[in-house]
């Protein structure tokens, strides 16, 4: 009897307790949205971060791929326009490249490249420089962006004529409206102000020439200029070391063709003078043009090319700078050694995924099915381009850049608007930009072409 009371006396005060407790402990808060932590904390590139951050923006946030599409935190599906900027080339989740990079994890997934080597960076060199005739672009330099793989190149260059007897030519020519890259050096070659940032007060020695017509009459000119900088009134042509050129089109520029053959004139005026040719194909290699390369379409082959973006199929980081044995046997002197390059270059899981990625273009004979795939594009962007609000289509393989007529910059609204029939792509300026993976099938080019009319309209 006692033993009840004493259970009974210890469950009511427990309860007292229970009660109480319940009372003071406020429940707690919900757990912050991931956006707003990204608000608070992180720096977008290119973007408006002031627009970003208002209240009322409520930031994309894409949480799966697979194929051409992508997911994001609401469960929409969209297909990837741009190829997560210029990048995606078999789609995303690829069952052999996610297998490569898994495979590869399993050994090691970096190790240093400044004194030692591996692998799969050798097997990748050798799987490039296949690609080309014998005998030419026979040395591969690693890095990991587009931007360190031209500034590879142009250091190259200038580096070579110094230690080679020709220490005058520390010229770089470059091209109007040319994009190379956000690094100091490559945005200094860059023909675009908006992209040069501080490198306009900093940078290569650089000729911005229209054409070919203005390359050309450099032979005339007589003046001298500074020894730095990024503009150059004239300047002699003892002292150009390299032209550098975005072969067949002009990313950023706005998709902007150059004309059949001017490629090939290019090569021969370079060759004429001796003066380096660097192709960057950053955003035109593997597969992007109908060929593997863009230099392919006019069979030239350049002292340098740069290559990064699709090489890993749009998976990881990586670079590589092509170049000659000339080149090459320029730096095997004494006190001649390149001294540049980064923590990750070579790094494992990207050359796996590259040496993957090249295994896809075999197995599923992905530059076979490009003329029909282009053909089809064709089409449906003849039929967009007698839309009254669309001045000029733009198209070169599976590459194609529609631009509005319009007096206002309305670009970024129509890829906004793009968004609601299923459609991420971004814009430069008034340019919409068409860039699908390559496994895009008809139907899914129907679909974004399609969404992007409704999102015009």
């Known amino acids: 009897m006692r033993q009840m009371t004493r259970q009974?006396?210890?469950?009511?005060?427990?309860?007292?307790?229970c009660s109480v407790f319940s009372v003071h402990l406020s429940p707690m808060p919900p757990p912050p949205k991931l956006t707003d932590i990204d608000k608070s904390h992180v720096w977008h590139p290119f973007t408006s971060m002031s627009e970003w951050c208002a209240p009322e923006h409520d930031p994309l946030m894409l949480v799966r791929g697979a194929g051409c599409w992508l997911w994001d935190q609401q469960g929409n599906k969209y297909l990837?326009?741009?190829?997560?900027?210029?990048?995606?080339?078999?789609?995303?989740?690829?069952?052999?490249?996610?297998?490569?990079?898994?495979?590869?994890?399993?050994?090691?997934?970096?190790?240093?490249?400044?004194?030692?080597?591996?692998?799969?960076?050798?097997?990748?060199?050798?799987?490039?420089?296949?690609?080309?005739?014998?005998?030419?672009?026979?040395?591969?330099?690693?890095?990991d962006n587009g931007s360190t793989a031209v500034e590879s190149a142009v250091r190259m260059s200038l580096q070579f004529w110094k230690q080679n007897g020709r220490p005058e030519r520390d010229v770089i020519v470059a091209f109007d409206a040319a994009y190379h890259g956000d690094t100091l050096g490559a945005a200094s070659l860059s023909g675009i102000p908006l992209f040069q940032g501080s490198a306009n007060e900093?940078?290569?020695?650089?000729?911005?020439?229209?054409?070919?017509?203005?390359?050309?009459?450099?032979?005339?000119?007589?003046?001298?200029g500074p020894k730095n900088g990024t503009a150059l009134a004239k300047t002699s042509l003892k002292r150009i070391a390299a032209v550098i050129i975005e072969p067949l089109i002009q990313g950023a520029?706005?998709?902007?063709?150059?004309?059949?053959?001017?490629?090939?004139?290019?090569?021969?005026?370079?060759?004429?003078?001796?003066?380096?040719l660097i192709l960057d194909e950053v955003m035109t290699g593997f597969?992007?043009?109908?060929?593997?390369?863009?230099?392919?379409?006019?069979?030239?082959?350049?002292d340098f090319l740069c290559l990064a973006k699709g090489i890993t199929g749009g998976y990881l980081p990586l670079a590589a700078t092509m170049t000659t044995q000339r080149v090459f046997d320029g730096f095997l002197g004494e006190g001649?050694?390149?001294?540049?390059?980064?923590?990750?270059?070579?790094?494992?899981?990207?050359?796996?995924?590259?040496?993957?990625?090249?295994?896809v273009f075999r197995e599923e004979r992905t530059l076979e099915l490009l003329p029909a795939k282009e053909?089809?594009?064709?089409?449906?962007?003849?039929?967009?381009?007698?839309?009254?609000?669309?001045?000029e289509v733009r198209h070169c393989g599976m590459i194609a850049g529609i631009e509005l007529a319009s007096d206002e910059i309305i670009g970024a609204k129509v890829c906004l608007a793009a968004r609601k029939h299923g459609l991420l792509t971004r814009p430069i300026l008034n340019t919409i930009v068409l860039m699908p993976p390559l496994c895009i099938s008809d139907d899914e080019l129907a679909v974004m072409v399609q969404a992007l009319r409704r999102a015009i309209d």
């Not at 326009?81 to 789609?91: A, L, Q």
């Not at 001294?339 to 090249?358: F, R």
């Open 8 to 17: 009974k006396f210890l469950c009511s005060v427990f309860s007292v307790q």
């Open 80 to 143: 990837d326009g741009n190829s997560s900027i210029w990048t995606n080339i078999h789609g995303h989740n690829h069952p052999r490249i996610n297998a490569a990079i898994k495979a590869q994890l399993d050994r090691v997934a970096h190790t240093s490249f400044l004194g030692f080597t591996h692998e799969p960076a050798i097997q990748l060199a050798a799987e490039l420089v296949a690609l080309f005739p014998a005998n030419t672009l026979n040395k591969v330099f690693y890095s």
């Open 202 to 224: 900093f940078g290569y020695a650089v000729k911005r020439v229209a054409n070919l017509d203005a390359l050309a009459s450099l032979i005339n000119e007589t003046g001298d």
């Open 253 to 276: 520029a706005g998709m902007k063709l150059w004309p059949q053959g001017m490629l090939k004139q290019l090569q021969a005026w370079c060759r004429e003078h001796d003066v380096f």
């Open 287 to 302: 597969g992007r043009t109908g060929k593997m390369f863009a230099c392919q379409h006019e069979n030239v082959t350049p």
């Open 336 to 359: 001649c050694t390149f001294y540049y390059g980064h923590s990750y270059t070579a790094n494992q899981l990207g050359c796996a995924a590259a040496l993957a990625s090249l295994s």
């Open 375 to 391: 053909d089809k594009l064709r089409e449906l962007l003849h039929d967009l381009s007698l839309h009254p609000r669309v001045k």
